[in-house]
């Protein structure tokens, strides 16, 4: 981790993709952050209480942000955002593989570029009536179905050849 490269690379795809890894499960995200807190540096990822991944990683200790090369993996980003893995194995269905994990977090998933993994520090509830612009309110949560914010730790971050 000695190189900050991935950080950049990891903050422009965001916005069109990355895969939140919990126990083998990928599920598409466009939300995260990456700063220091505690004096360790840290990746912040929010997750809806109806996703099955919230299930899993309300009993993990880990998370991996995988995150893929530019223009990469799109067909499996949509699929990952709109299929859960309460319904069958997505890697399956993809035919994608696990990355070991390098660090002793969640394995990442095969053709990403970084596996960013994660040690949860702490978790809490987002409250959706605490949000300031109304119009954030009214459109990502019209119905309910908050988020839970994770803070983890980054204890490793591995880059692929792909």
Known sequence: ???INWLE???R???KGAFLMVKGNPMTIGWAQFGVLWGKLCATVYVRHSRYTHTLLEDCESFTI???SAG???KEL???GTHSGRDGSKCEALHLALVPAA???QDGLDGCRYHIECRILHRSELDEKAIADPALQSRYYPAGDPHTMYIGEIVGVTEANV
């Open 103 to 105: 660090f002793g977090a």
């Open 72 to 74: 990469t993996m799109q």
């Open 78 to 80: 949509g699929y990952c």
């Open 9 to 11: 690379d990891a903050v």
């Open 13 to 15: 795809q965001l916005p």
């Open 1 to 3: 981790m000695e190189q």
């Open 66 to 68: 995988s995150v893929p």
